[in-house]
């Protein structure tokens, strides 16, 4: 059995302190064996942004494996975005920006969905890669048959259903034929602050079934409708998921039900956090 805790969005220098700390606590009070941050552990790219996320990140008894986010390219300095977007990143957070993890159970595999430019105004859309996604064919190949895939990307491949218009990741088709090729089970993602679960219609008669489970922000104040929330996950060797949702209602953190493709619970339902935070 591997236990995985999963965050989004932290956006370091936009954050409730009373959240980090409590959220430090809890992950602290019981660690997982690995924590995934599928990226935006900034919010303009500063430098005293980064030293925070990433001394949050050194804060907490277990390993981390982070990609980044769209937030985690500077905006205002041009030059270091077109020439060395990464070099903070390396600096605070990893080395890597595409890192792989594995244990006997699963293997994880981080992707970088964000992108120096994009055409039109509005950069912060994410893309996949026609050489990513050779590379991702060639880094699934060699893993050891018997491991559970996951991948972690900051970019959501599906929209909320009550939202559709929302934009998702650049090449979201070809990314799920590509996981689904390789046998991912499972994909970790963000940026939408929006926390929601959606299984991928299986295409093709033999493929493995593929879950994608978005994160909401686990510590911003930049809330979109919603709590701040981040995920417990179970897998044991049969390659069983199981997800626990654990939001912030003000106080503690506390689960509540997972929501299937970011459809909104009925305001008298159990447990409902929505609006609060």
């Given at each position: 059995?591997?236990?995985?805790?999963?965050?989004?969005?932290?956006?370091?220098?936009?954050?409730?302190?009373?959240?980090?700390?409590?959220?430090?606590?809890?992950?602290?009070a019981?660690p997982?064996?690995?924590?995934?941050?599928?990226?935006?552990?900034?919010?303009?790219?500063?430098?005293?942004?980064?030293?925070?996320?990433?001394?949050?990140?050194?804060?907490?008894?277990?390993?981390?494996?982070?990609?980044?986010?769209?937030?985690?390219?500077?905006?205002?300095?041009?030059?270091?975005?077109?020439l060395?977007?990464?070099?903070?990143?390396?600096?605070?957070?990893?080395?890597?920006?595409?890192?792989?993890?594995?244990?006997?159970?699963?293997?994880?595999?981080?992707?970088?969905?964000?992108r120096?430019?994009?055409?039109?105004?509005?950069?912060?859309?994410?893309?996949?890669?026609?050489?990513?996604?050779?590379?991702?064919?060639?880094?699934?190949?060699?893993?050891?048959?018997?491991?559970?895939?996951?991948?972690?990307?900051?970019?959501?491949?599906?929209?909320?259903?009550?939202?559709p218009?929302?934009?998702?990741?650049?090449?979201?088709?070809?990314?799920?034929?590509?996981?689904?090729?390789?046998?991912?089970?499972?994909?970790?993602?963000?940026?939408?602050?929006?926390?929601?679960?959606?299984?991928?219609?299986?295409?093709?008669?033999?493929?493995?079934?593929?879950?994608?489970?978005?994160?909401?922000?686990?510590?911003?104040?930049?809330?979109?409708?919603?709590?701040?929330?981040?995920?417990?996950?179970?897998i044991?060797?049969?390659?069983?998921?199981?997800?626990?949702?654990?939001?912030?209602?003000?106080?503690?953190?506390?689960?509540?039900?997972?929501?299937?493709?970011?459809?909104?619970?009925?305001?008298?339902?159990?447990?409902?956090?929505?609006?609060?935070?």
């Open positions: 059995m591997t236990r995985l805790v999963h965050m989004s969005d932290i956006h370091f220098d936009r954050v409730d302190p009373v959240v980090v700390d409590a959220l430090r606590a809890e992950i602290n019981d997982p064996d690995l924590i995934i941050v599928s990226g935006d552990l900034t919010q303009h790219a500063y430098r005293h942004e980064y030293r925070a996320a990433g001394a949050f990140l050194r804060s907490l008894n277990a390993p981390v494996l982070a990609v980044p986010g769209n937030h985690d390219i500077t905006y205002i300095h041009l030059a270091q975005r077109f060395d977007p990464y070099a903070r990143w390396r600096r605070f957070i990893s080395r890597e920006i595409e890192p792989t993890w594995t244990d006997d159970t699963v293997a994880v595999v981080g992707l970088n969905t964000a120096r430019m994009a055409w039109g105004f509005d950069w912060s859309k994410g893309r996949f890669g026609l050489r990513q996604l050779h590379r991702l064919n060639k880094r699934l190949e060699a893993l050891p048959k018997e491991l559970f895939r996951i991948v972690v990307a900051h970019h959501p491949l599906h929209a909320p259903e009550h939202a218009d929302l934009d998702i990741v650049g090449r979201a088709d070809e990314a799920l034929a590509c996981f689904q090729r390789n046998g991912v089970g499972l994909v970790l993602a963000g940026h939408l602050h929006r926390g929601y679960v959606h299984a991928h219609e299986i295409a093709q008669e033999g493929l493995p079934p593929l879950l994608v489970i978005q994160a909401s922000t686990a510590t911003s104040t930049r809330l979109r409708g919603e709590p701040n929330a981040y995920h417990r996950l179970e044991d060797k049969s390659g069983t998921v199981a997800l626990e949702v654990r939001a912030w209602d003000g106080r503690e953190w506390r689960q509540v039900a997972t929501r299937e493709q970011g459809a909104r619970r009925p305001k008298d339902e159990p447990g409902d956090l929505a609006g609060l935070g």
